[in-house]
């Protein structure tokens, strides 16, 4: 007669539990930037909806790079994405602007070339955002078994410091992907105010692949307002 299979430590198994409920959390937390521009709330997408698009991207377009040549890890891209949005669970999806400067509704005009600016997190607010999500994630590392522990804070450190092109990758498709979804939200909505995505893509997208994947969008796009 077999040995019945020995199970996991009870603590463990509670902690990896655990984990699963903080990233669940993501499916409950909407995309901020998508509410102040007047997407209608059912159709919001939510963090946890983002960063699957995200990590399914990055996967895709880094194996692909990869066999173009690139000195890329796309699995090292994947576990990156998955991650890179985690402590919005608790933190929630702030925006790079202040919400108290969005000009009121009241203020059509104002409020349109407000949101269609390239805006860029000032100093202070960028430092209280890393603090703040910076102290999230030491939390829910300290509540996890050793060896998800060790690897979970390597990436996170990897991520949020940029010291790797895999990180910088993601960073690049996690802007590529917001953009895209810029466009699915247009196609329902022409007059939403989405300048700010576009000029963004441009500006912070450099890879080949990424670069060819928003020109197809825009391409795209433009053909289907001609038609």
Not at 17 to 22: I, K, R, S
């Amino acid at each position: 007669m077999e040995d019945p299979p020995s199970r996991m430590p009870t603590d463990a198994a509670q902690a990896l539990f655990g984990l699963a409920q903080f990233a669940a959390k993501l499916k409950s937390v909407p995309r901020t930037g998508w509410l102040d521009r007047g997407v209608e709330p059912v159709q919001v997408e939510s963090v946890a909806d983002h960063s699957f698009g995200v990590a399914l991207l990055a996967w895709a377009c880094a194996l692909q790079r990869r066999a173009q040549g690139a000195v890329i890890d796309p699995e090292r891209v994947l576990k990156l994405a998955i991650i890179h949005d985690l402590a919005e669970a608790e933190t929630g999806d702030s925006t790079p602007y202040d919400p108290k400067a969005i000009p009121s509704e009241h203020e059509p005009a104002a409020r349109r070339a407000f949101l269609e600016s390239r805006h860029r997190r000032d100093p202070d607010r960028g430092a209280a955002k890393r603090a703040q999500e910076d102290a999230v994630m030491r939390g829910l590392l300290e509540s996890l078994p050793g060896s998800p522990q060790s690897e979970l804070e390597e990436l996170w450190d990897e991520l949020h410091l940029g010291t790797s092109g895999e990180a910088r990758f993601v960073k690049q498709i996690d802007r590529l992907e917001t953009f895209l979804q810029s466009l699915f939200y247009l196609r329902t909505d022409p007059t939403l105010p989405m300048a700010s995505f576009h000029q963004e893509v441009f500006e912070s997208i450099d890879d080949p692949l990424l670069a060819a994947i928003r020109d197809a969008a825009i391409a795209t796009k433009s053909s289907n307002e001609t038609t």
